[in-house]
């Protein structure tokens, strides 16, 4: 299951929104270790497309120097699909490589509704999980 | 150069820059000029492969009937290579078609059958499919599924496009069988880090849809969508605009294809300008206007070409 | 040369859960082949026929080598080598839009 605040989750819907309709991308960062998503990070999408997005490699080297100094790893790795179904396609699943990370999905092909939905990939296994959303994540 | 025939001379077209519309000298627009083949369009080229392919796999037998879904250019291409190789041609066209295509088809001796208007290229598949099913003997070679369609592309087109432009950042074209996008794009990605694969494709009015589910199309066999890196949706009045620049600024004579395919080409020009990123841009020129010039695309404003276009396959 | 090599998450299955391994080489092709002589397999995610994996970004300090030498890039004492797997995906292939029949497209 995933547990996300409501601050996080609005943030990666009106991300994905602003974007559209190129690809939105970015990830949640949290205390390695505790599945909290507490930093939010929109990355921006070098692809710049509708169908296909990608951390600038540049970029993408500075986050995880970053998490690493915060001793913190990606929790959420998110991103849209800007007219298919928030749903991982075979690209998602064959690039996604961080086992441990929740990748959210969020679709804004309807311009009235949104689609956020998460799931677990692992060894190119795809499992959906509940989206919890909470106001604020508790100290555990 | 010189050919044996005129078969022989398909391909081998010049890739020309384009100084007024291409945004700076840092980022650039390539024209592939694909009206330069022997019937006038980049159909030849996959009409010759798929022939050939036939031939050599022995399913194309001397004085064989071919049979083709085809809204046109496809049609001509192997009208031309069927009357110099001995083939019959049967072409199943939607019945909107500009009628400089029809003419060129029965030209070069194709018979043409005619689909309903409302379904486009699509319903033509569906009948040329029926058909074929009860002409056991006929040879439908199939561009929608025909790796060779692919392969043309593969070993002709994109190899030319890399030797003449080194730089290309990325290739435009439109999508329809899908093979100019599928031989062009594996080609190049395998060569060019980083390559930007872009396709354009029409989007029709409602007439010319009529009152047909959409849901009723069709995915072309040949179609891998991670081959891809974008997909425009470009409108009619787009692509006649981008028609007219072409020929106002640049001197090219293109069909309104190419004006959509030049459009989307121009929307990844601007993106690498607003990111501060060199391009070469290639997009293909895939024929001439003179097959179009009956639509009134060419004539009087913008307005009154688009009024004219309507109701028709402009692309 | 002794180089620090940063391992992906992803790839420690290769290390023994090590995040860092220490490679011999003076040029980024030369590590790699090093590493593989002790973590069989590790070069082979990194490395295809073509070359660097399209998908794997490798720096060299703090530049991707795509816009150095590639795996030709060379290599002094105290550089680190940082491996990281692109972050990238897109909606290409998904369960619906296999099956969703493409717009009518241009003529043919």
Redo the contacts between chains.
Sequence with gaps: MLVIDQQTYDAIVAHAREDHPDEACGVVAGAAGTDRPERFIPMVNAARSPTFYEFDSGDLLALYREMDARDEEPVIVYHSHTSTPAYPSRTDISYASEPGAHYVLVSTREPDTVEFRSFRIVDSVVTEEEVSVVPTLHRS | MRYDSLVDSVGQTPLVGLPRLSPSADVRLWAKLEDRNPTGSIKDRAALYMVQAAEKDGSLQPGATILEPTSGNTGISLAMVASQRGYKLICVMPENTSVERRQLLEMWGASIVSSPAAGGSNEAVRVAKAMAAEHREWVMLYQYGNPANAAAHYETTAPEILADLPTITHFVAGLGTTGTLMGCGRYLREKVPGIQIVAAEPRYGELVYGLRNLDEGFVPELYDESVLTTRFSVGPAEALRRTRELVEQEGIFAGISTGAILHAALGSASKAVAAGERADIAFVVADGGWKYLSTGAYAGTLEEAEAALEGQLWA | MAIEVRI???LRTYTGGEKAVTGDGSTLADVLVDLDSRHPGLRERIVDE?GLR??V?V?VN?E?V?FMGGLGTGLKDGDTV?V?????????????????????????
């Design positions: 992906p998450t992803i073509k399209r998908f970004n720096y703090d991707d795509r940082t990281l797997p692109a972050v990238a995906g897109g909606s290409a292939d998904g369960p619906e839009a296999a099956s969703a029949p493409l717009p009518l497209g241009f003529g043919s």
